[in-house]
T-cell receptor
Framework: EADIYQTPRYLVIGTGKKITLECSQTMGHDKMYWYQQDPGMELHLIHYSYGVNSTEKGDLSSESTVSRIRTEHFPLTLESARPSHTSQYLC?????????????FGPGTRLLVL | AQKITQTQPGMFVQEKEAVTLDCTYDTSDQSYGLFWYKQPSSGEMIFLIYQGSYDEQNATEGRYSLNFQKARKSANLVISASQLGDSAMYFCAMRETPTGNQFYFGTGTSLTVIP
């Protein structure tokens, strides 16, 4: 059973606001990921991390930023939200080695920017 | 080239029947992993089943089985005895090496189970 949490689950916010999407996992996984997904569409990797103080941009260009100060915590920040940021954001984590590398996902945050 | 191809945008199946969701992959690595995830309308991604490239037996998890045909580079998901709760999007994914930094996801197949 995967233990990965995301808050908030739903967020409606006005253009220009700064937002932080929280993601925490209690499995001690080294690797964490952020994906962006429009309804019914494929997932796009926007950020990932191998471990503390390690962050990389993914395939999809994103105006968001991430940090990894603690193993269990991988927040995503949008400095100035725009309607084009409206989407679902999924956080995931996996073990780095010695396993299948299965990614386990949080419940997601649905963001609506007005 | 697409790493993961799911050619069925939508599928319908009668309740209690079996259904196969297709997935083909593209890799030149010898070591890779294949995964299936379920995404209900609530949005969360639920891990269903994993197949390693060196596994000789097809993976099974309850009503889910993965039909792994290495030479054809296919990893189809078979759901037996479909239930109404199986209605969801299903995503096939691949990790290329044990230290691969990302997954490759397919575009998904929407499955509807008809009562």
């Amino acid at each position: 059973e995967a233990d990965i949490y995301q808050t908030p689950r739903y967020l409606v916010i006005g253009t220009g606001k700064k937002i932080t999407l929280e993601c925490s996992q209690t499995m001690g996984h080294d690797k964490m990921y952020w994906y962006q997904q429009d309804p019914g569409m494929e997932l796009h990797l926007i950020h990932y991390s191998y471990g503390v103080n390690s962050t990389e941009k993914g395939d999809l260009s994103s105006e968001s930023t991430v940090s990894r100060i603690r193993t269990e915590h991988f927040p995503l920040t949008l400095e100035s939200a725009r309607p084009s940021h409206t989407s679902q954001y999924l956080c995931a984590s996996s073990e780095y080695r010695g396993s299948s590398g299965t990614q386990y996902f949080g419940p997601g945050t649905r963001l609506l920017v007005l | 080239a697409q790493k993961i191809t799911q050619t069925q945008p939508g599928m319908f199946v009668q309740e209690k029947e079996a259904v196969t969701l297709d997935c083909t992959y593209d890799t030149s690595d010898q070591s890779y992993g294949l995964f299936w995830y379920k995404q209900p309308s609530s949005g969360e991604m639920i891990f269903l089943i994993y197949q390693g490239s060196y596994d000789e037996q097809n993976a099974t998890e309850g009503r889910y089985s993965l039909n792994f045909q290495k030479a054809r580079k296919s990893a189809n998901l078979v759901i037996s005895a479909s239930q109404l709760g199986d209605s969801a999007m299903y995503f096939c994914a691949m990790r290329e090496t044990p230290t691969g930094n990302q997954f490759y996801f397919g575009t998904g197949t929407s499955l509807t189970v008809i009562p």
